[in-house]
Every structure is written in C-alpha cells, then in structure tokens.
C-alpha cells in the first residue's frame, strides 16, 4: 500500500473535557506544548513525514486557535497541488457527542477523497511513528483493520480506555472497554489511531446508525468476529495526555535527552508554524538549569525544571522551577513560581509568589493579569 | 506582462569576501551565519520587505550555491507573492557574448532587462555584507523631496575612524560636492552607507555610459558617482542615524555579534526575517552556566557560555567553557574544551580538552590581539592548542601535536 493512498483523519478534540482548562479556549489539538509546538504538530508532522498527503481535521468548537495555527498547512508541507490539509467544522452547522455520527457527519468529504484508505487518529498523543511501517503491517496481514497500541500504564483520564489481547501473529483475539485497569500494570492500550479501508469504515458507520449503535469502541469490539482485525505496537515514545498531570508529566519528560533525541528525530522532524524570533538571551543575571527553553525570550531570573515558549520575558531575582510557561508570558521581576503551569500572554507582576504542588499544578489562564 | 513597480532593489551579492578567509572559501559573503540564526542578507531583504519594495535583484556571482538555496523561493521574507520576487542574477551568455560582473557598475548594467520589466522611477542599490534597520522610504521621500538624481546613505563615524571610510563632502543642504575614498585627513564625518537610491532614467544613462568607457572599473564608488557628480547631477548624503555596521572583515563580523548581546546598542532582531530550521527548543542542563549569551533552537547547552552566540543545533559539552565567541550550526564542543574570542564554522567538532584562542590580556589594545576562526566541517583533536589570531582551513583535522 503506498501512503499516499491514505486519507488521515484526526480528531481536534480528544479528551477536551479531561484538560477542562487548557482546551477552555481551544482545542486539545492546538494546545501549546513542548515550547514552541501545539499536540496536533506531532500528528501532521507524522503524517506528512509518512508521506500522507491528505489530511482532514475535524473540529467542532472553540477551532480559531487551530485554525491560526495550522493555517494553510504548509508549515506541514500539506498546501501543494497533490497535498492537502482541510479542517472540517461542523457540517450542516450538527455537532454530535458520538464518534460515529460525527465520522457520518462528514461523509461527503471522506468518500469524496480520492484515497482508498483512512487514518484515523486522536489529538492528544505525542510520539514520532513512521505510519508507513504500519501501512506494511497492514498490507502485510492483509487485515480490514490495523489498530495501533501502545504497551503501558493506561493514563487516568482514560475512563473507557480500549485494551487488546493479541495473538502471536498480531491478530487481535478480543478487545476490552474499560477493563479494570490495576495501577502500575500494562496493557496493550489502543489510543485510538486506526487504519482502515474507507469503504469499509463507511459500510460499517451506515451499518452501525441503522442499528443505532452510536459506540465506536462497541463497534471495534465487535468487529473482531467479523474480520481480520491486527494491532501493531508503537514502540517509540509515546505519551497520552488525558489530564493536566499527564500534561506536566510530558513537558518534563523532554529534560530526558533520550525522550528529545526520539521524539525529534532530525530524519523525521516534528514541524509548525513559524515565528520569527530572534534566538533567545540570557542575561548576566539568569541561572538556568534542566531547562528546555525556545526562542525569543529573554531570561533574566532563575529558572530550573522549566519549559520556557517563544518570546516568554522572565525578570532579574524571578526564580521559576517546576513550571510550564506559555508564550508571550511576562514574568515579573522577584516573583517566585513552583509547578506552576502559566498559559499565553499572561503577566506575572513584580513581586508575586505562586505555589503548586508535584501532583497539583496550579493553572493560570491566557491572559491573565497575576 | 509585469506590473509596474516604483521601485526596485539591487543587492549586489557577488563579492568574494575575501577578508573572511575560510568563512567564505566555499559562501558567498552575504550567506556567512550571523548573530545566532540569520545569514547577512536577511538584513538587507528585510529591511527590503518591511520598506515595502517589493521586487529585489540578487546579483550573485561568487560561491552562489548555499546563497541560491538559501534565498530559495524568498518565502521567509514574503517575496514569494503574486506581486512580489526575489530573482538571483547570475552572470549569463548573451548573444553579443558572455562576461563575469567586472564591478559593481557593470553586474547592474548587465540586468538592464531585469529593472526595465518592471518600468521602475526608482533604483535602490544595497550591499549584501552590513548589519543594519532602516526603512528605505524615508530615504526615498528625502530623494524626492530634493529631487535627486542620486542619494548616498551617510553616517556619522568618529573623526578618527573616518579615513577608513568613504567621506562625502557636502553642502549645509545635504548637496554632495566631493567623494573622498579613505581620505588621509577627512573634512567631514558623512561615511557612505554603500546604500544608494538612483533616479532610474538618470542611473541608466550613466550605466551605459560607463560601460563604453575605455579604462573603467566599472564600479560605483570609483567610475559612476564620480561621472554623476563631474556632469553636475543633483547628489544628496542622506544621514542615516541608528546601528550600521559593516562585516566585511574577521573582526568586525566578531563584533556585530558581540554588539547584539551590548544593552547599550541599539540594533534589535525584530522584523528580521529568516529561513527557521526545523528543531525542537534547546535545553539548558543542570551543570550549565549561562551569562549574556544568545541561544537558538536545537542546542544542548551542558558546559559554560559567557559572552557568546550559539547557533542552531550545537552540543555544548560538560564543562566546556566558551567564552566571547561565535559557535555556527552544528558546531560540537566537546567536554572541556575552552574557546575564547573564537569564530567556530558550521559543524565543526572541537575535541574534549581542545584550547581555541585566548582571552587576551588587554582587551583595549586592539592590535595586540585578534580572533581566532575555525573553518567549517573540521576536526580539532583532543587536547589541541589553537593559537589566538590563527586560521584553520575548512575540511580539515588538526591533532594535538600538530598545533
């Protein structure tokens, strides 16, 4: 199969009611995240890079910042003659709380699609995939439908999360809803990125709403019975966020030079839009440690265990640690910040003390005025 | 057909830049990195695009490859519009014969054809080796406003530099009356820009002119000017006031950088456009140290930074010091390596313990000193001393023993 008989499908909104503060203004797809990208970079990246050329966004509320920020889709080489990037709002102005109305909702787009293959894929996983092994795998088996797992702790806001039992040869014996899910114990967790024929997607959505089976994960269960359902294991690094701790977790995760050097593998690069900034300063005041840091801030204070986003000014005797600073944030001068997470354009003014806690970061909303 | 443009830039972009030895053996000068993620000409292209001009020649000549790729399509300077363009000029086989730019003059009379498609009034002329922010339409409204034939960009430099510049001499209304080349004893301060601003008929019928001359050099400075100013044409000195900086040599292109990181210059980096490499932000470790320094994206800071620029995707090793230096992309330092007033080329490897340059002793005394530079793709071994002011070759490995 050659990726670019493949649709990609992604959702901008997975799990939005799980990060209730960051997606207030946005969609979980253009959370920002990592510094300088937003969730959905990783996806598009991965897709572009596996030579997809096609790709829908469905989106259904709150999608400006999405659309800002993917535009056209050339930051992901999706704007050519033979490629593509559409984001699909609401068609007939019907927004549906189920997957399956939703995906029959946007029927005339899929099927009007030259591609013989979706996609489908959430917005809230980070990882770097190179989807066309998993088309391989795919053809390889000859499978209906190929569901991507990864083998881990299944993150707690995950409340029906999809488990497999998997045979030696990949094929899929049985899949579960919401097992009961043992702390500290793996699963073959499906995160919800599926490829499938669209004719055969299609055939099965119409099946399913004459049934009025509105369940999608119902609907994968049981189309184990009926065809040959394959689950392929992403290995890399990948992490699910499904509240703001996975969140804090993941920001913290790219300290780890192993989790950077996969995740921004420079054969497979991550991509977004881009801003013009001027590379970042340090002052003759600035202590920074264990940071990750993008461009045009200015960093006068100290900072430790931070992920700093464009142009981010931080004051001289400001002392940041275990925070998460969104761009176009001004930190004050001789404040002092812990395991906070500080969305865009806020203010933190000269002075202010703010204090989170390891299992409890506290949130300031874009905009505000501290 | 193409829509008529009042104006129309030049930059001339063909000059091989010799006095940066190895940084522009294999790069046209204009393409050397500067100031942490920018090449030079982003600086004359985007003061081009934030003036409003939306049509730019590039007059390429020397090493043009990385210069070509670079510019590319001219979509990070928006010069990829509709209405707007950036073209590399290259010398080229016509049907009178084939010719390199013999100087500046002539590179722009050669493209006679390229300024007549857009029927332009105005010519801007720019060099593609100075650090600068200027919008060219205020420069265009004084040229009008005087009615000039020509009009030179002047700035105000020491009365004890100005013998390395080129002098304008004028009148109280800004009116040119003299050139004067490097003068020994320098009756103004008025240093030419290299920035010009012709009236197209009038910079066309000198063009041509010259390029019949028996005995020119063909160039600006030395052959057109001075005809425009003996036949009596109408000159003025613009004056130019804020941070220009010419890089056209080792030490200055080392403190254009060094000035970005001074509080007291006023230079900033705000609407300078730049082609964006793809990497992720860069990470400071817990050992690092870093004081006023400029960073980009993709580096892995593990060592010391004082005084220094850091361009994209260069490894800093643990306990590696840099100090007043300027470290290009994909440079790795290596552990403990220490270098000082430094100019290291693009992905260079400096071994662990290597010695690069010196801090000197007297910083004031400015013979006494010099910049060290380490060409590109080169491979300085473990332990290697590299003496201040010396120059290492692209492509190159130098071993401990061998200096």
Redesign the interface.
Known sequence: MRSNNVLGFIFAETLDDKIPELASSRTTASVPI???YRLIDFELSNMSNSGINNVGIVAKSNYQSLMDHVGSGSAYDLSKRRSNLTILPPYGGKTFSNYVETIYNMHGYIEHCREEYVLISPSNVVTNIDYTDVFDFHSKNQADITLIYRNGIIPSGYDRAITLDIAKDGRVNQVFVKPEIGENFNHNHAYGAILIKKDLLMQEIRNALSRNQLDIKRLIQDSVDGFRVFAYENTGYCAAISSNNDYFAFNMD??K?AV?DE??NPLR???TK?R?D???????T??????????GCVIDGEVENC???KGVYVGKGAKLSNCIVMQDTKIGCNTNLNYVIIDKDVTIKDGRSLMGFDSYPIYIAKKSVV | MVPKKEVVAMLLAGGQGSRLGVLTQKLAKPAVPFGGKYRIIDFPLSNCVNSGIEAVGILTQYQPLILNEYIGNGQPWDLDGMHSGVNCLSPYQAVDGADWYSGTANAIYQNINYIERYNPEYVVILSGDHIYKMDYNKMLDFHKEKNAACTIAVIDVPLEEASRFGILNTYENGEIYEFDEKPEHPKSTNASMGIYIFSWKELKKYLTEDDSKDGSSHDFGKDVLPAMLSAGEKMFAYPFEGYWKDVGTIDSLWEANMDLLDPKVTLDLKDIYSRNPMMPPHYIADEAVIQNSLVADGCNVYGNLEFSIIFSGVTIGKNATINSSIIMPGVVIEEGANVQFAIVAENTVIGKNAQIGKKPEDVSDRNDWGITVIGANTKIGENAVIEPKTMIDNDTEVMANEK
Do not use: T
């Open positions: 990592g510094g300088k790219l300290m030079k950077r995740l921004f690069p991550i991509y881009v013009d001027a590379p970042s300063r340090y002052g003759l600035s202590k920074v440690k264990n940071s990750i840091i993008a461009q992920v700093i986003s």
